[in-house]
Nanobody, 121 residues
């Protein structure tokens, strides 16, 4: 499975970005999908996850109410809509796929290359 993330960039605090992750090489509708991020000098942290059906969703506490994860199984793509961005959201964002339909944060098998999100104050 190959994952290609896009949509990162530089935005002012309070702004919005929409990340996309296109998947290929597998049956996308069977994969649980997620977004993680890694800021300089820190470890990778879970941001959001979505089940293979799109029904179940989960968010890291600090992004609840601001970020929305969604997927389009017909387009083999998962999205992360990020609103009310804060400087502390600055990180490289990675999409990930799991063979589990509703994976735990440690159950992701495939990773994309990452897209940089920078939020200026």
């Amino acid at each position: 499975v190959q994952l290609q993330a896009s949509g990162g960039g530089l935005v002012q605090a309070g702004g919005s970005l929409r990340l996309s992750c296109a998947a290929s090489g597998g049956t996308f509708s069977r994969f649980g999908m997620g977004w993680f991020r890694q800021a300089p000098g820190t470890g990778r942290e879970f941001v959001s996850g979505i089940s293979s059906s799109g029904i179940m969703k989960d968010y890291y506490d600090s992004v609840k109410g601001r970020f929305t994860i969604s997927r389009d199984n017909a387009k083999n793509t998962v999205y992360l809509q990020m609103n009310s961005l804060k400087p502390e959201d600055t990180a490289v964002y990675y999409c990930a796929a799991s063979t589990a339909t509703w994976p735990r944060t440690t159950e992701y098998d495939y990773w994309g290359q990452g897209t940089q999100v920078t939020v200026s104050s």
